[in-house]
């Protein structure tokens, strides 16, 4: 039994093994001239100083945060102070996974344009293989840490004999928590930090550049260029690497706490099955996404990139999925029971399943609302031609249409996972959806070594059809920018709710009523939750990016010489207000995603924490949804302009007052996609994880609530409200 | 006893016999001279065209539903046929509150126009005694109409002898819900057709007589002028006139619903207090409203026009509040049990001050966020200085940001009124909000008519210091419209929790549990409502302008003389584009709001309805704070620009580079805050009622879910979820 264990730790060390590899083919490349090589050179240079800025606040937290978990997890029994280790380490393979991707990004970058100036072919194999260092990098982390902590704690905490579903295994992976705690906290910061530095170098860099200077987009003489450069490198890269890595080892951890609540005592590995399924799968989707790098790669100068990655993506997704189906058969008992919920193993392949067909059509309704050619699109290209009112009304109207279709489907999600194999199901089916990650990441993080690579040809300037070629790897890289951020916003949905219920059990209590006033105000306040995280994240960029516009200013007022290339700007400045801004600003909503579940937990008890979550996840997909989405469409109906878009019969091109227009809308949508509707994902995941953590502490079993407002009048009070039995002996209220 | 039951329509008789006195003194003002009369007939005849057309559709929709309704109320027993005529008769008085208001509007904006020729006082004598003929109606027409039909259905289905907590008086008030229906639908229409309606014309002619033809708002030559004018009566008037109509309604009728439950055997008036107490309190604001109208005036030209109003609103509303305690002292009995909470009639007495502290905190806040001079507004001038964007950027950040005080307030709030007493606490804390309805509806109406008149005097080119005073009170009502809109959103998120509260009663289910994955599904599916409905009408104001635009582009093109005074626009074409854009995109989103809770409840059952209902209160509060706030603030923004601002040191007035960036802001705000933001509260509220008027139908006792998918593979099934009692013995399940 044990053997099979061992098995998920060693498939990450061997994929970090292979990453290795890869990450020196890449390296070996040719780097092209002195000029690109100084120039890729201050953009690892600006990247590396923001992570040591960026380390040096979180190394504080981390320090603090540790501290009190291990003072609190002496308190309660269900808990350790062993949880402090976990979390650190969570924290350290977070910052590393953004590492990893962010350092073979600023490799990648430059070895991508000098590979252009030979073909589109060479391009992609550079750059694509740069993301492959980073997804398969940070998903075998996850699978290492994970793999190798749950050996280390079930040996420490589960004396031999102890059952499966007992107290001892409770604790083990309740401790593992803090693993997850720690990746998403760094996560939250990483993603947010990274978001408010991109788009405010960006906003600020075209504020002046392309509007007030007349000079294109990545022009050398632009001083906030090499930030904006850094900033798709620390947060599309770095920031994103986090991201997933959280949200990896947040789905899988939610599915073993559910999977502990499960008799598999029939299973022929001692019960531990369920616990383990989801690791399993975890590991396969890793193999394939390997496996499935392999088939990304073109030929001709004519072939279609996008095809060549989706080649990779699908064959991935298939062979995890055949895969599973053996991983579920072989290891799972043929019956199971999950809080009166009774199922068995081929449901729960059902539900993986369902979890791959949401995260397809999420993908899908993405691509659609944010495609160029397609109607949301069409749309707010038309509604330019009215003015900039008209188009940001335009985007924001598509954005919040945007939101129905995927609801639906994450509604038939929920409810058929549910269906087949209860809330492991959902969880599960969350599992399936993240398993190959690894592929996922490697497309996502191709998109900004793309991006790059056309900036440093610019920058260089260099032959028109180098930057063609790179050009074409970019305009990929943003569709599956966007479908990737749909990808995303469901794998959280869904795991949210699995750790919610995870929260529910470990809590101890049985049901969370919209119905009780308490409840229903914390819903209230969890719905706000996002509002003022996004405000703040927005508000950051604006304010960052109004600093990088004096600067910018006074550099070309002050440096004589700038616009005749006479004279270099200093790139540094910008480099440090951009880092300055994005460490300071990315305190307060980190901060709030970190305590308000505290307060409102130790205050109101785990029910109205329960309402909270509910409010926050609901409203955080819904804000995450709408606000990626109107940035996408934005983004693309202002791209439409760039090879001329016709508006009731007449043809308009770049820099007509559409065009200028679509690019007010563009700048609107820049921090809505880049900074704050993709936090809301690791927000909801990272505050359904602090309320896991603190579960043990402000449950039924072990405390009282500071004030218990809708409890303190009632007069009757059912026997069925104290429960004190173990978690897995819970039974969900069935229906009439 | 029954004495005490005829007193509350008599109060509403003596208040419509006060507003005929009122509205004839109005009519004897002097309506000026010829060219004003001129133009205010334009202005009457394309007001009372738009509501012809949509009374038309209406009718079709009114006669439709009444069939349905009475089809249905043979089917079950704890409804009545009967409920069909309530319903009728709540849309035509809703649609009779919206006339009232539209007629009295189009005949004091131009007598208000005349009498400012003459003072500042004598202008706000008149403008705001047309807005008390309006305010006065409608809450005398609510109080006559739902006092009338109780005492009706009392005496129709209470059986003497019968006692007032049994099933006769529940069906009563169920069959009573159907006026409150009836009222709430007509309302969405009215608010979303008229703010399409005003927002289509404001936007359009703004578009091409301000940006484009150079000639400033309201000039007789622009042919959208009229339109846009009407557009302030059909929207904000008789639009707002049917919105607290049935807000009033509503929230009256919701307290009845949890009065019924309450055994209050021991009043003197035969168990009935705790359900007349709301019609009481109502009869109560709406006869001090009467006497706070008479505080506000002014003398000196140099007097507050602000301070007056709020003279009255303050002497109404503290008068209220005190004779609240003699209402609550000699109605109810001591000691009260409502769903397991015991409470004293103090303790309802605590939670009516509890609703009017929210309802005032909510107003203070609101006017922060968009008033002038304040923070909110000073940093989105700030953010005009660098372009369009970043003036959106801050707009959306400060809408965002102003939902948190807003639903800490609101979480107070429910929290507290239910600690006094529980759920009719929260209920009757909501009716103690709306009990001075009458006056704030007043002090709304009076806004538009200003604004009116202000037109008035601008087309006809009267004197400078006419149109100053006219700008005085046009000032003063955006502010008492921000603030209303504060107002409405607080007492829109208490009522449904009432409502809600009321539909768990009358479905018979004992929770609502977000932890089931379908009801968790339905929270996700009701979040999702609010987005698509706020897109849509957003869109539909898009589309109109656009139309708008082209029809006077078309008109300065093909008429010659139009900008030299010698040609007369076709006003009535423009009065025919928003007529006709409006009725046709009022009617998705009112589908929307009337048929998912329908189509959810039947399919899914109560318990996901339930859910649902959550989801949109939740994210319904938030948008429509969100919207009404950013829009707002926009507004004020922008107005800033024609006094001059500092940016920077730099000082800036209108036509500058800035002031443009503010107009993009306004515009964008324009559809936020008159279409979207304010059509929030009539859904939430509206899809409360609907659920509860089918609650009978889908209740635990009479049918069986299409789909009940969670409940099918559940092997566990405690004894305590099938419920059949009556709803008032139903226990609130208490905490630990």
Same mark, same amino acid.
């Given at each position: 039994?044990?053997? +099979? ?42 990247? !590396? ?40 380490? #969570?924290? +350290? ?41 980073? #997804? ?58 990274? #978001? ?43 920031? !994103? ?20 609540? @499960? ?31 392999? =088939? +990304? ?19 991935? %997704? ?27 193993? !081929? ?24 495609? !160029? ?7 707010? *290209? ?29 509604? =038939? ?100 009523? *919209? ?13 706000? @939750? ?25 550099? =070309? ?25 994005? %460490? ?138 104290? %429960? ?13």
């Amino acid at each position: 039994m044990i053997n +099979v264990l061992y098995i998920i730790p060693l498939v990450g060390a061997l994929a970090l093994l292979y990453t290795f590899g890869t990450s020196r083919w890449v390296v070996k490349q040719d780097a092209g001239d002195d000029n690109m090589k100084e120039l890729a050179g201050y953009i690892a240079k600006g990247a !590396m100083a923001f992570l040591k800025a960026e380390w040096r606040i979180l190394s504080i937290f981390v320090v603090l945060a540790a501290a009190l978990l291990a003072w609190a997890g002496t308190t309660v029994p269900d808990s350790s102070p062993v949880i402090a280790i976990a979390f650190c380490i #969570g924290a +350290v393979l977070s910052a590393t996974a953004g590492y990893i991707g962010m350092n073979i990004a600023t490799k990648a970058n430059v070895r991508t344009t000098q590979a252009a100036r030979t073909s589109l072919a060479k391009a992609l194999k550079v750059s694509f293989t740069g993301g492959t260092v980073m #997804g398969m990098g940070v998903a075998g982390l996850a699978i290492l840490g994970l793999g190798g902590l749950f050996i280390v704690f079930y040996q420490l905490f589960v004396p031999a004999g102890s059952v499966i579903t007992g107290p001892e295994m409770k604790r083990a992976i309740e401790v593992l928590a803090g693993f997850s705690l720690g990746a998403e906290s760094i996560a939250l910061f990483a993603r947010v930090g990274g #978001g408010i530095y991109t788009k405010a170098a960006d906003v600020g860099a075209d504020l002046v550049g392309k509007v007030e200077a007349g000079i294109p987009e990545d022009d050398v003489r632009n001083p906030a260029t090499i930030a904006d450069n850094v900033g798709d490198n620390v947060g599309d890269v770095a920031g !994103m690497g986090a991201d997933l890595f959280g949200s990896y080892v947040a789905t899988i951890l939610a599915t073993m706490v559910l999977g502990q609540e @499960i008799d598999a005592s029939k299973d022929n590995f001692g019960g531990l099955s369920p616990i383990i399924l989801p690791m399993f799968i975890a590991g396969l989707g890793l193999i394939f996404s390997i496996v499935g790098s392999w =088939f +990304v790669k073109i030929t001709k100068e004519t072939d279609s990139v996008q095809k060549a990655l989706n080649m990779g993506n699908w064959s991935s %997704i298939i062979m995890t999925a055949i895969a599973a189906y053996f991983a579920v058969k072989i290891l799972l008992p043929a019956d199971m029971i999950h809080r009166g919920v009774q199922f068995t193993s !081929m449901d729960v392949y059902y539900s993986i399943i369902t979890g791959l067909v949401v995260g397809t059509l999420m993908s899908m309704i993405t691509e659609y609302y944010t495609a !160029m050619g397609k109607r949301p699109v069409l749309s707010i *290209i038309k509604q330019s031609g009215t003015g900039h009112a008209t188009n940001i009304i335009g985007g924001l109207s598509v954005g919040m249409e945007s939101t129905v279709a995927p609801i639906l489907v994450l509604a =038939f999600g929920i409810v058929t996972s549910y269906y087949f194999a209860g809330l492991y199901g959902v969880s599960i089916a969350a599992a399936g959806m993240m398993a190959t990650t690894a592929m996922q990441l490697s497309i996502d993080a191709f998109g900004p070594i793309a991006d790059n690579a056309g900036g440093i040809a610019e920058m260089s300037r260099l032959p028109e059809e180098v930057r063609g070629r790179t050009d074409n790897l970019d305009a990929v890289g943003n569709t599956t920018a966007a479908t990737g951020k749909g990808f995303a916003i469901a794998s959280a949905a869904l795991t949210s709710l699995a750790l919610f219920a995870a929260f529910v059990g470990v809590a101890g209590i049985t049901s969370i009523d *919209i119905y009780h006033a308490d409840v229903l105000a914390g819903l209230f306040i969890g719905g706000m @939750i996002p509002f003022i995280f996004s405000s703040l994240c927005i508000a950051a960029v604006g304010r960052a990016a109004m600093d990088m516009v004096t600067e910018v200013r006074r550099q =070309f007022r002050e440096i004589p010489g700038i616009m005749e290339y006479k004279a270099k700007p200093e790139y540094e400045k910008c480099v440090a207000i951009s880092t300055k801004a994005s %460490i300071r600003e990315m305190i307060a909503p980190g901060a709030i995603a970190l305590l308000v579940p505290v307060i409102v937990g130790f205050t109101f008890g785990p029910e109205v924490l329960g309402g909270l979550l509910a409010g926050v996840t609901v409203s955080g997909v819904l804000m995450g949804i709408f606000q990626s989405n109107a940035g996408g469409a934005w983004d693309n109906a202002k791209k439409s302009f760039e090879k001329g878009v016709e508006i009731n019969g007449e043809k308009f091109f770049k820099k007509s007052e559409p065009h200028k227009a679509s690019v007010t809308g563009d700048t609107v949508g820049d921090p809505f996609k880049d900074t704050s509707g993709p936090s809301m994902n690791i927000l909801i995941k990272l505050m359904s994880i602090v309320s896991l953590v603190i579960a043990p502490h402000i449950g039924i079993k072990n405390y009282k609530p500071l004030l218990n407002v809708s409890g303190q009048k009632h007069i009757a009070t059912p026997a069925s409200t104290q %429960i004190t039995t173990p978690a897995n002996t819970f039974v969900l209220t069935a229906k009439k």
